[in-house]
């Protein structure tokens, strides 16, 4: 039952988007109306009532989808921080940097990194931050397209 509970809670830590992709109507229902809850003891009743809803279906359902969505935010992750050292080794190795992301994505605009690259080795001067975060979205976006 303290297995139950546990991934209970954490279906409850969960956005509704990563509720709406795989879990069973009644027990997306269940999690929806527990995440609503704010007092402590109402809170504990309906996650003992989720505990026994689910100890009567079939368990390996939302351990599956928890599985799925662990997996998808580990890779969510992993490319973020890809990413983010891309984006630093630009900043900091300007030309090592883009000579290794062209072999990486041949179609890549280097004019358009070279100028946000310029433009936010320039903002960082200043504490401005507009380039560097659109340098990212490039190179997220490059990723992207490039995977």
Do not use: C, W
Request: aromatic share 4%; glycine share 2%; no cysteine.
């Amino acid at each position: 039952m303290s297995e139950l509970l546990s991934t209970v809670k954490e279906l409850e830590s969960l956005s509704l988007k990563e509720l709406e992709a795989s879990l069973d109507q009644g027990l997306k229902q269940k999690i929806l109306e527990l995440q609503k809850i704010n007092k402590g003891n109402a809170k504990k009743r309906q996650r003992q009532h989720i505990v026994k809803f689910l100890s009567k279906q079939d368990k390996s359902f939302a351990n599956d989808h928890l599985d799925k969505l662990r997996t998808s935010k580990t890779m969510k992750d992993k490319k973020f921080r890809e990413i983010e050292t891309l984006r630093e080794s630009l900043l900091i190795k300007h030309e090592k940097a883009l000579s290794s992301l062209k072999d990486s994505y041949p179609s890549i605009d280097l004019k358009k990194i070279k100028s946000l690259v310029n433009l936010a080795q320039q903002e960082d001067k200043d504490g401005n931050r507009t380039h560097y975060r659109e340098l990212f979205k490039v190179l997220m976006r490059t990723h992207d397209s490039g995977s």
